[in-house]
């Protein structure tokens, strides 16, 4: 079973900065089989990314990831009060436990 | 628009049964692993397993394997969550969700439904 690492647990920042977070995993993995989802208090979650890198229908251009083996990241080019919530990856049959980022 | 409804929230008693429903709409039910996520209070998500509509083939976590199980109706294009004997510990939100790709069955999921709340308490 691959594990999923994601740090850092909590992000405190500002609107209008840049976020930063990584997800590693205890395998080796097909970067066409890493996802990353938003959650927001109260909502289900949402696919942002698929493939790593590759936007999911309707997600700003603010998001963007990158990676590949082990070592996946999530960037927030420049925060939005809408941006701040839970942010998951996803291999499979696992997902991360989650970054929080909130207002700092 | 494809969608995804839940049924809604549930309170049931340790040892009772449930079953939980999932309704698609909006796109070609059985050609598209749809699967089922659990979020227990202020933690994160776990996945429980997926079925495929088209012929039925479901595929469970191990941590999940043989404490719930997962099925679905073609003609009403309903996937469900079923329980035999619930715990308290089985207390939580559940998500029903959608692969994007069809037919893939290591694509992310990218629709959800809304979440079922299911409070198991005495």
């Known amino acids: 079973e691959i594990v999923l690492t994601q740090s850092p647990g909590t992000l405190s920042l500002s609107p209008g900065e840049r976020a930063t977070l990584s997800c590693s995993t205890s395998q080796t993995i097909p970067s066409r089989f890493l996802a990353w989802y938003q959650q927001r208090p109260g909502q289900a979650p949402r696919l942002l990314i698929y493939g790593a890198f590759n936007r999911a229908t309707g997600i700003p251009d603010r998001f963007s990831g990158s990676g590949s083996g082990t070592d996946f990241t999530l960037t927030i080019s420049r925060l939005e009060p809408e941006d701040f919530a839970v942010y998951y990856c996803q291999h499979y049959d696992s997902f991360g436990p989650g970054t929080k980022v909130d207002i700092k | 628009e494809v969608q995804l409804v839940q049924s809604g929230a549930e309170v049931k008693k340790p040892g009772e049964s449930l079953k939980i429903s999932c309704k698609g709409s909006g796109y070609t039910f059985t050609n598209y692993w749809i699967g089922w996520v659990r979020q227990t209070p202020g933690k994160g998500l776990e996945w429980m397993g997926v079925?495929?509509?088209?012929?039925?083939?479901?595929r469970y976590s191990p941590s999940f394997q043989g404490q719930v199980a997962i099925s679905v109706d073609k003609s009403i294009s309903t996937a469900y969550l079923q329980w035999n004997s619930l715990k308290a510990s089985d207390t939580a939100i559940y998500y029903c969700?959608?692969?994007?790709?069809?037919?893939?069955?290591?694509?992310?999921?990218?629709?959800w439904g809304q979440g079922s709340l299911v409070t198991v308490s005495s």
């Open positions: 079925i495929y509509p088209g012929d039925s083939d479901t």
């Open positions: 969700a959608r692969h994007s790709a069809s037919g893939n069955y290591g694509s992310e999921f990218g629709y």
